[in-house]
């Protein structure tokens, strides 16, 4: 099955910096790669997805590029703001199923 | 309602109990998703809905855990003979139509086995 693997685990950056976080998938098969931002006690929310048929997605201060060779995918914020501070996941899915398989998670802070 | 609603949000149960936790998704959705999340981990899929059929239920732990969804939307996940190790938030998830579409969630149901 789709193994997904997720870096760093913990980051910190000042306030207008930017951030990266990579994420690596094993099953060749994944064709939909969406990212979610995870406040604490609440829902994970959708922020931004990417499909295998498309290298780089960008909205607003949010982008995400795919590398399919290599299999990995990574998710940019740049002008980081406070409110940007949660855990992201990314996750993975491949075409012939449903079984999302989601990384361990990047707590991202953003210093005022 | 808008979002995929979960109820209850906090369940606490004494070990051996069975608790039911109920997802009302998005309406129109066809797929419906179960996920469980540990402390400080993210989702592990538990199992897929497409209307009423249960396509896919082999993230489900034991044969403790139960689904299902008689009339495509509402669905109920049961846990039987709770343990501790249950204890975990479970957020359940909808999507338009299956494969590779986005998913929405709910907030979840905070589950504490004591």
């Known amino acids: ?112 | 309602g808008a979002g995929v609603s979960q109820s209850p949000r906090y369940k606490v149960a004494k070990r051996g109990q069975d608790v039911a936790l109920r997802c009302d998704p998005i309406s129109g959705h066809v797929s419906l998703f179960w996920y469980q999340q540990a402390l400080g981990q993210g989702p592990e899929f538990l199992t897929y809905f497409q209307n009423e059929a249960q396509l896919d239920k082999s993230g489900l732990p034991s044969d403790r855990f139960f689904a299902e969804r008689p009339e495509g939307s509402v669905s109920t996940l049961k846990i039987q003979r709770t343990q501790q190790e249950d204890s975990a938030v479970y957020l359940c998830a909808s999507s338009l139509a299956e494969g590779g579409q986005p998913q929405h969630f709910g907030d979840g149901t905070r589950l504490s086995i004591l």
């Not at chain 1, 590029?65 to 002008?79: G, Q, R, V, Y």
């Open chain 1, 1 to 112: 099955g789709e193994n997904v693997e997720q870096h760093p685990s913990t980051l910190s950056v000042q306030e207008g910096d930017s951030a990266v976080i990579k994420c690596t998938y094993s099953d060749s098969a994944s064709n939909y790669f969406p990212w979610y931002k995870q406040e604490l006690g609440k829902r994970p929310q959708l922020i931004i997805d990417i499909r295998s048929n498309v290298g780089e997605k960008k909205d607003q201060r949010i982008a995400v590029t795919l590398n399919k060779t290599a299999k990995h995918f990574s998710l940019h914020i740049t002008e980081t703001q406070p409110e940007d501070s949660a855990v992201y996941f990314c996750a993975a899915i491949p075409y012939n199923n449903n079984d999302m398989r989601f990384g361990a998670g990047t707590r991202l802070t953003v210093k005022p």
